[in-house]
């Protein structure tokens, strides 16, 4: 006769020896760090440990399509259903210490022993969640997208790229994250604003308010206006008596930093043992751990409002 475990959250996982002897196992991976290794259809997640028991859960599973790898490349959810050929959680005890290594050649190595097997039967789910990691500050460029409009998709130069994705917000060639640190007397929350016209410098296209344009105040032409400047080394777009101004052509480009963080749940987990009476374990909802995706560099293209994003991976 099968015996039934039914838990939520599970903290502990017992089984039974063939002897009769009950040995408890820690089921709580300490760490939600999940491992992964996979090809362009075959996907595996799993975390081991080896402190008290060695013992090492994973989930298998095979993309509809064939990508690159299991990675949303979006918010949003992925959602893969259990089969028991080749959409499987499989939690493993074994005789010795268990490698990273181990899910991931095609076979698996002689040692350490599998002492218990348990395996997911048709019926579970399992989500993906991802979620962007830099999702307060898009950009990295200090100012908090919450700040920088992107609600309403608030463009202050108009090149196209919402204040919230654009590294340089007044479109004058000096980076955001440089202007926003640039000491003045006057500020407007707490953001320097050197010409003290109530527009703070990161935001205004002509910071000394002198009439040419900050980014016209570029005297060796090189798309930084920060480095030209007197004895004193105040920089001519910061000094109204200097007024002389040059035709730029360009813009710095606009390249941001991504990542997604990907929490993994699994609905009706239903776990049976694979040697003996069959024991099984249920778990309503259970957190199997997450994974955060390689940083992309992606470069924003200036557009006249149209989408117009180019990936280019590190
Ligand atoms: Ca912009
Ligand atoms: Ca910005
Ligand atoms: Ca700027
Ligand atoms: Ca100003």
């Known amino acids: 006769m099968k ?29 939600p760090q999940l491992n992964w290794c996979g090809d362009t259809q075959s996907q595996v997640l799993y975390k081991l440990n080896n402190t008290g028991v060695n013992e090492a859960i994973a989930l298998r599973f ?17 959602e893969i259903s259990l089969n028991e050929t080749t959409n499987q959680v499989i ?62 998709g608030l463009d202050t130069d108009g090149d196209g790229i919402p204040d919230y994705q654009d590294v340089d917000d007044d479109g004058d060639n000096i980076l955001t994250r440089v202007e926003r640190e640039i ?14 016209d109530g527009i703070p410098d990161y935001l205004d296209a002509d910071d000394d308010n002198d009439g040419v344009p900050t980014r016209n105040e570029d005297w060796n032409l090189n798309l930084n206006p920060a480095d030209d400047q007197n004895e004193e080394g105040l920089a001519h777009y910061l000094n109204p008596d200097i007024t002389d101004s040059f035709t730029v052509e360009g813009v710095r480009e606009n ?8 929490l993994v749940t699994i609905n009706n987990l239903t776990l049976v043992n694979q040697g003996g009476d069959g024991e099984q374990i249920r778990l309503q909802d259970y957190e199997l751990g997450v994974i955060t995706s390689p940083t992309e560099n992606i470069l924003i293209e200036p557009t006249d409002g149209e989408e117009n994003e180019e990936e280019d991976n590190q």
Do not use: M, W
């Open 62 to 78: 095979e993309l509809d399509t064939p990508n690159e790898q299991f990675f949303l490349k979006e918010e949003g959810q992925l």
């Open 255 to 262: 390249r941001i930093s991504r990542s997604f963080r990907y």
């Open 183 to 196: 000491e003045a007397e006057n500020t407007v929350n707490t953001y320097g604003d050197s010409d003290n």
């Open 3 to 31: 015996k039934y475990v039914s838990l939520v959250f599970a903290a502990l996982l017992l089984s039974s020896c063939n002897d009769g002897e009950i040995i408890v196992t820690d089921f709580n991976f300490d760490d």
């Open 91 to 152: 939690y493993r005890v074994f005789d010795g210490e268990v490698q990273k290594s181990y899910f991931c050649n095609e076979i698996p190595p002689v040692s350490p022993k599998v002492t218990e097997e348990y395996r997911s039967t048709t019926g579970g789910e399992v989500v993906i969640t991802s979620t962007l990691s830099n999702a307060t500050d898009h950009d990295g460029d200090g100012v908090p997208s919450a700040d920088e409009g992107i609600e309403s």
